[in-house]
């Protein structure tokens, strides 16, 4: 696997289209690879931001999330929320290379890769062509943060294992591996956290990667969610003090 990212301007909110700016900045796109966005620049181009002053980040996430703890149930007064199925701290809002926004996720992630797919079918000619729109996030008991896939199209975020055998010929039970949210950590780990300016990753020589000519399909994304009640630790997450967000 290779990852090659792609420097741009500084994106900000004067910036009003996420496929101009790709069609600028993006001089080539080979046939069988996968186009990492950062989700911030897509939030940008449509506008989903707020001037920090006289916001209270409280309603705005509350604004944002499925559900949400406090910011008081950890020590670092972090909110950590339910955002589209996800866990996300402050529900996916960021201040970082913002100035003085507050930047919320994109209105439509997956309609966002979705359109980019089949804006880079046609631009390049392709067949077989990815997008993930990319954000960071924490995991319980591990210091730092890692790339996540908030949405994906042109291949099967999930790589099903079950039923095949293992080496030793035991049929693997639970297995998939999650591709879309495999491909984000490596790009984020490339584009960076700080000033690098480099919102775009081309993500190339991916054999375990089986691309789809067409966009995710409603049964095949829904497949990728688990209830808090189904959920491996759902005897940790069922014991918090969740409250309800608007979203």
């Known amino acids: 696997m290779k990852v090659r990212t792609v420097k741009t301007h500084k994106i900000t909110q004067k910036d009003t289209d996420i496929l101009a700016v790709i069609n600028v900045y993006l001089k080539e796109m080979p046939e069988g690879s996968v186009l990492a966005v950062t989700s911030k620049i897509v939030s940008l181009c449509e ?66 890769a979705d359109s980019i797919r089949e804006f880079l079918q046609k631009r390049f000619s392709l067949e077989r062509v990815g997008v993930i729109i990319t954000d960071s996030t924490t995991r319980p008991l591990r210091w730092g943060v890692n790339g996540i896939a908030i949405s994906h199209s042109g291949f099967l975020a999930l790589n099903d294992y079950r039923g095949t055998p293992d080496l030793f010929g035991r049929p693997l039970k639970v297995t998939q591996v999650n591709v879309a949210d495999g491909l984000a950590s490596s790009a984020v780990l490339e584009m960076g956290e700080g000033s690098e300016q480099t919102p775009l990753a081309v993500i190339e020589d991916v054999p ?39 979203a």
């Open 47 to 112: 506008g989903r931001v707020i001037k920090k002053e006289g916001a209270e980040k409280k309603k705005l996430v509350e604004q944002e999330a499925e559900m949400y703890l406090p910011a008081d149930e950890n020590k670092h007064h972090f909110f950590l929320a339910v955002k589209r199925g996800m866990l996300a701290a402050t529900a996916g809002i960021d201040e970082s290379n913002a100035s003085d926004l507050y930047v919320f996720w994109p209105r439509d992630p997956q309609g966002s």
């Open 208 to 246: 375990f990667v089986q691309f789809q000519d067409r966009n995710p399909s409603q049964e095949e994304l829904a497949g990728l969610r688990i209830s808090l009640e189904e959920d491996l630790y759902a005897s940790i997450l069922l014991r918090a003090p969740w409250k309800k967000g608007k």
